[in-house]
């Protein structure tokens, strides 16, 4: 069973709009952390935000903020007033445990494209 | 602070040879990642390194092996390229205590 599961393969906002990408994940571990990550197509992984298991608020990092719903197991990413500059590749991505081990299991990526 | 290097950026093998990627971590970092990245099989985890040893492992063959120095820089070496060894490495650093991790540019290896 895939653990990230990104539904989106392309999506496309109007410049100033906002967009939603949504994550969904599996896991039975109480202890998580779920993260979302841009990769623009100069190819390298910008981390966005992140959000942990036991934490009790959304995340927020400026314009991105993180709509956590954990019996729904999902993690969407929310990004307001969308920019040209956000035209890339964005990936959900998940830790399970404690910590201790920092594999990260990704998502397959949404394609996100903002129009002017 | 200065982010993830990794050298080379690009690189060009022929099937059969073997290759080294170099990544240095943020200064500070005492873990590093390295990571595939293919459009077929998308990013798949090759294993992470602590304090020069090998905490954690992903689902690759024996001709994947890497190392971490004392300095935390990591290399990674793949023998007896194959075709499907193509990919973009990314490698990622982390400090002991926070949750994210930051990665480098990447290294895109072709096999020919």
């Known amino acids: 069973a895939q653990k990230i599961t990104q539904t989106q393969p392309g999506m496309f906002v109007q410049e100033k709009e906002a967009v939603t990408l949504d994550c969904t994940y599996d896991?039975?571990?109480?202890?998580?952390?779920l993260f979302w990550y841009k990769q623009p197509s100069s190819g390298e992984m910008i981390f966005l935000i992140y959000?942990?298991?036991?934490?009790?608020q959304n995340a927020t990092e400026g314009r991105y903020s993180l709509n956590f719903q954990k019996a729904r197991k999902s993690a969407n990413l929310v990004i307001s007033a969308s920019q040209l500059g956000d035209s890339a590749m964005y990936f959900c991505?998940?830790?399970?445990?404690?910590?201790?081990?920092?594999?990260?299991?990704f998502g397959s990526g949404t394609q996100l494209t903002v129009l002017p | 602070k200065a982010g993830v290097t990794q050298t080379p950026r690009y690189l060009i093998k022929t099937r059969g040879q073997q290759v080294t990627l170099s990544c240095s971590p943020i200064?500070?970092?005492?873990?590093v990642s390295w990571y595939q990245q293919t459009p077929g099989q998308g990013l798949q985890f090759l294993f992470e390194?602590?304090?020069?040893?090998?905490?954690n492992k992903g689902n690759f063959p024996g001709r994947f092996s890497g190392r971490q120095f004392s300095n935390s820089r990591s290399e990674m070496n793949v023998s007896t390229l194959e075709l499907g060894d193509s990919a973009l490495y990314l490698c990622?650093?982390?400090?002991?205590?926070?949750?994210?991790?930051?990665f480098g540019p990447g290294t895109r290896l072709t096999v020919t």
């Open positions: 990622a650093s982390s400090p002991d205590s926070l949750y994210e991790q930051y």
């Open positions: 896991t039975s571990d109480p202890s998580y952390g």
């Open positions: 959000q942990g298991s036991y934490d009790q």
């Open positions: 991505a998940m830790r399970e445990g404690d910590g201790s081990a920092r594999q990260l299991t």
């Open positions: 200064s500070g970092h005492r873990s």
């Open positions: 390194y602590f304090s020069e040893t090998q905490r």
